[in-house]
């Protein structure tokens, strides 16, 4: 069955990157996007970006250009996004998807 | 961006009630519409997809419908289980969701 294996907590300090992963099984990783979305209390499920798996082609929301950048590792079918300049505003549980299955969510907390 | 608007914000029904939950666009989404489920400290789970088509796994008491901007999830006969918090999102254009409607047990 489709799995989507997300990477573990993450405790960053203010100014910081961080690249968390999202690993896939159970279909081909090449035939379909892996979305991201990220989720807080204050403002909901914000729709990040997608990555074409096969191409690397990406598409983000403006409002996350510069702060998140995807990529994809074909070779272990694994989807990336990494968190550049993180402020307390990133402080969230961030999401891969691949249409109809959702990773099981990766709780970022940037905190000095 | 569509903003999705969802309503009741909160719902408290008892179980074996018929419960509907709403979701209205800001435009035509071409019935580009899902919901999700989504339990305390889980990851949000697709339910229904494209207004109105049951994705594999999910009882049949929930259904979708709608059209245009006005979208609907119904649950025919509520049980204990389906506590959660319910979110509609679009895919017609750039992907918004809504706020969510928090649904109770009475």
């Known amino acids: 069955q489709v799995q989507l294996q997300q990477s573990g907590a993450e405790l960053a300090k203010p100014g910081s990157s961080v690249k968390i992963s999202c690993k896939a099984s159970?279909?081909?990783?090449?035939?379909?996007?892996i979305s991201w979305i990220k989720q807080t209390t204050g403002q909901g499920l914000e729709y990040i970006g997608y990555i074409n798996t096969g191409s690397g082609g990406t598409n983000y929301n403006e409002k996350f250009k510069g702060k998140a950048t995807l990529t994809v590792d074909k070779s272990s079918s694994t989807a990336f996004m990494q968190l550049s300049s993180l402020t307390p505003d990133d402080s969230a549980v961030y999401y891969c998807a691949e249409g109809h299955y959702w990773g099981q969510g990766v709780m970022v907390t940037v905190s000095s | 961006d569509i903003q999705m608007t969802q309503s009741p914000s909160v719902l408290s029904a008892s179980v074996g009630d018929r419960v509907t939950l709403n979701c209205k666009a800001s435009q035509n989404i071409n019935k580009y519409l899902n919901w999700y489920q989504q339990k305390l400290g889980e990851a949000p789970k697709l339910l229904i997809y494209?207004?109105?088509n049951l994705q594999t796994g999910i009882p049949s008491r929930f259904s979708g419908s709608g059209s245009g901007t006005d979208y609907t999830l119904t649950i025919s006969s509520l049980q204990p289980e389906d506590v959660a918090t319910y979110f509609c999102f679009q895919h017609n254009s750039w992907p918004t969701f809504g706020a969510g409607t928090k649904l109770e047990l009475k």
């Open positions: 494209n207004t109105n």
């Open positions: 159970g279909y081909t990783f090449t035939s379909y996007y």
